[in-house]
């Protein structure tokens, strides 16, 4: 089955900006979606279609998509960032849903 | 608003079986698929089950098929899992969420219900 990789953590000072990847075979020919976790919180949709984002979602999370690699950007990281994020795809060849192993993101 | 409010959740032996509902409002539940979606304790997010807006195309993750169903009633904006044979390993929070209208990512969720196996 189709895995999606993450690195299990990101660590970043306040003001600077966090990269947060996904890995996965050609994930960029698929459309990647991310969501944000706060402890004890339900997940919540952060950027979809690769780098849209919903309304009330900061400027600040930005997305991307290519080749074997998708990532969130997260410019001038604040403290109420720090949270689990996880990528998530369709993988329509086998009519699942897969996300990616989750990221914590630390704020220094 | 979109409200989606899970229960059922409990404490269920090796072996035995425990039904989950997800009681939605605040949208056209006939209108869209649904999920469910577990997370075990300090892991990672885990896809379960899908279910189309009629109830027609049902999807399972590989480690629930065959043990696990996801139904829905639209009548009472509800939806439902069924799961036999629980083990250990599926001791996690449960939540369900619903698919956006493109059917690609999921655009709100339940705060989730606690699923405990032990004897």
């Known amino acids: 089955s189709y895995v999606l990789t993450q690195p299990p953590s990101v660590s970043v000072a306040p003001g600077q900006t966090a990269r947060i990847p996904c890995g996965g075979d050609?994930?960029?020919?698929?459309?990647v979606h991310w969501y944000q976790q706060k402890p004890g919180q339900a997940p919540a949709l952060v950027i979809y279609?690769?780098?849209d984002r919903p309304s009330g979602i900061p400027e600040r999370f930005s997305g991307s998509n290519s080749g074997n690699t998708a990532t969130l950007t997260i410019s001038r990281v604040e403290a109420g960032d720090e949270a689990d994020y996880y990528c998530?795809?369709?993988?329509?060849?086998?009519?699942?849903?897969?996300f990616g192993t989750g990221t914590k993101v630390t704020v220094l | 608003q979109v409200q989606l409010v899970e229960s059922g959740g409990g404490l269920a032996k090796p072996g035995g079986s425990l039904r989950l509902s997800c009681s939605a409002s605040?949208?056209?539940?006939?209108?869209?698929?649904m999920n469910w979606i577990r997370q075990a304790p300090g892991k990672g997010l885990q896809w379960i089950s899908t279910?189309?807006?009629?109830?027609?195309?049902?999807y399972y993750g590989d480690s629930v098929k065959g043990r696990f169903t996801i139904s829905r009633d639209n009548a009472k904006n509800s939806l439902f899992l069924h799961m036999h044979s629980l083990t250990a390993e599926d001791t996690a929070i449960y939540y369900c969420?619903?698919?956006?209208?493109?059917?690609?990512?999921?655009?709100?969720w339940g705060q989730g219900a606690l699923v405990t196996v032990s004897s």
């Open positions: 969420a619903r698919v956006s209208n493109s059917g690609s990512y999921f655009d709100y």
């Open positions: 605040g949208f056209p539940f006939s209108d869209y698929y």
């Open positions: 279910i189309s807006a009629s109830g027609i195309i049902i």
């Open positions: 050609n994930i960029g020919s698929y459309t």
């Open positions: 279609y690769d780098s």
């Open positions: 998530q795809f369709w993988d329509s060849t086998n009519d699942h849903y897969v």
